[in-house]
């Protein structure tokens, strides 16, 4: 076998594994997309069975009381203006509150302030 034959095996080789290698990657590619795709997918039900519990939530809560559709809209506005921004999202919580007893500030995790041992700190649901 002379130089030019060995160097278009070579060639034909290493282009063999480029492409296999290619093919691997489109592999790996498509499963990465399938397994955000369920996810998402996931997700979309999730959203569902909350917006329907919250409905049939806000449904009780108006036959039970006198609150209106506007009380909530009102409200709803005041939650979303508390990162100072109409941007219909919730701002996220910073992790720290104040010491009920002292006023320091102390980690949403622990259950006692650190400065004066007041225990049970009063958390918010949300």
Known sequence: MDFIDFMTISKAVQAQ???ESAA???DRAKS???G???EVSDL????DRLQ???EGMWTLLKAKTDVSDADLAKLVEQIDLRDGKLDGRVAP???VTSCSSCGRTVSVRTGA???CGTRNQTRDLF
């Open 44 to 47: 979309r039900v999730q959203v």
């Open 17 to 19: 594994v480029a492409a």
């Open 24 to 26: 691997s990657s489109a």
């Open 113 to 115: 302030c650190l400065y």
């Open 52 to 54: 329907m519990l919250c």
């Open 32 to 34: 990465s997309v399938r």
């Open 93 to 95: 919580k910073t992790g």
């Open 36 to 38: 955000v795709a369920d």
